[in-house]
């Protein structure tokens, strides 16, 4: 088996309130053209955004002391074979072998697209699932790698990409940056019932506590502007909305007296 090196880099999470519900490294540039990643948790999942040279392979790995690829838990590689997800192996104490394709691949692939030879990928799956590394939806560190392939063809990545450097400076990603047009929740504070009203229609809700843990799930039935959503059956606290129609999602804190 060859070697398999892999650029490590340290990503900090943007220090924002755990009720504001998402946290994003923002979009950093990893030091040659046209590459570049972000990472958004929510909640429930994360999001990763990777672009690299539509002609080469593309992989970042995950892990609580990554220095090399051996130390990742998980890897998500775009290459030129439908697997996505993959676990990294190693003989002994040397690290660097080739990775192997996991038997359920859990990352979703959101969009794939080439322009003017740039590949953006972006892909998705549960901060939770089962044999692949755990993300938190907070402002704690993320440890991650990357590296790129001479091809599409996953292989050693012979002289291209590999080193070390720790990235310090975070984005955030407010919940006010909404897509689901103009959402509005009152009366809030709310000491029972209250209102969702968006001006685009909604087919679910789904209530978080401050822990990221879900408390309750509605289904929309009426696609009228306001709903009304019953909530003195929770206890006292801030809670997280999470706003969904057929291809948005949006988040608003409640606070619940």
Same mark, same amino acid.
């Given at each position: 088996?060859?070697?398999?090196?892999?650029?490590?880099?340290?990503?900090?999470?943007?220090?924002?309130?755990?009720?504001?519900?998402?946290?994003?490294?923002?979009?950093?540039?990893? %030091?040659?053209? #046209?590459?570049?990643?972000?990472?958004?948790?929510?909640?429930?999942?994360?999001?990763?955004?990777?672009?690299?040279?539509?002609?080469?392979?593309?992989?970042?790995?995950?892990?609580?002391?990554?220095?090399?690829? &051996?130390?990742?838990?998980?890897?998500?590689?775009?290459?030129?074979?439908?697997?996505?997800?993959?676990? =990294?192996?190693?003989?002994?104490?040397?690290?660097?072998?080739?990775?192997?394709?996991?038997?359920?691949?859990?990352?979703?692939?959101?969009?794939?697209?080439?322009?003017?030879?740039?590949?953006?990928?972006?892909?998705?799956?549960?901060?939770?699932?089962? &044999?692949?590394?755990?993300?938190? #939806?907070?402002?704690?560190?993320?440890?991650?790698?990357?590296?790129?392939?001479?091809?599409?063809?996953?292989?050693?990545?012979?002289?291209?990409?590999?080193?070390?450097?720790?990235?310090?400076?975070?984005?955030?990603?407010?919940?006010?940056?909404?897509?689901?047009?103009?959402?509005?929740?009152? =009366? #809030? =504070?709310?000491?029972?019932?209250?209102?969702?009203?968006?001006?685009?229609?909604?087919?679910?809700?789904?209530?978080?506590?401050?822990? %990221?843990?879900?408390?309750?799930?509605?289904?929309?039935?009426?696609?009228?502007?306001?709903?009304?959503?019953?909530? #003195?059956?929770?206890?006292?606290?801030?809670?997280?909305?999470?706003?969904?129609?057929?291809?948005?999602?949006?988040?608003?804190?409640?606070?619940?007296?």
């Amino acid at each position: 088996m060859k070697k398999y090196l892999i650029l490590s880099i340290l990503l900090i999470f943007a220090s924002i309130p755990v009720a504001l519900g998402q946290y994003s490294t923002g979009t950093y540039g990893l %030091g040659w053209q #046209n590459t570049s990643v972000k990472i958004v948790t929510s909640p429930t999942t994360v999001t990763i955004t990777l672009k690299g040279e539509s002609t080469r392979w593309l992989a970042l790995g995950f892990g609580t002391n990554v220095i090399a690829m &051996g130390n990742c838990t998980d890897m998500f590689i775009w290459n030129d074979t439908p697997d996505r997800d993959f676990t =990294p192996t190693h003989v002994g104490n040397d690290y660097h072998y080739m990775p192997v394709p996991d038997a359920d691949q859990s990352w979703t692939i959101v969009s794939d697209t080439v322009t003017a030879g740039i590949r953006t990928i972006e892909a998705t799956r549960a901060l939770v699932s089962a &044999g692949d590394y755990t993300f938190l #939806n907070d402002s704690s560190f993320l440890q991650i790698i990357f590296a790129q392939g001479a091809t599409t063809t996953l292989a050693y990545h012979d002289t291209n990409v590999h080193g070390t450097r720790a990235i310090t400076r975070f984005a955030t990603l407010a919940l006010e940056d909404f897509s689901i047009t103009a959402p509005r929740i009152y =009366p #809030n =504070p709310s000491k029972g019932a209250l209102t969702v009203q968006t001006k685009t229609g909604l087919d679910t809700i789904v209530i978080y506590n401050q822990t %990221g843990a879900v408390v309750q799930t509605i289904a929309v039935i009426s696609k009228k502007e306001g709903n009304e959503v019953a909530v #003195n059956g929770l206890a006292t606290g801030v809670y997280i909305f999470e706003l969904q129609n057929g291809t948005e999602k949006t988040y608003k804190n409640v606070v619940v007296e």
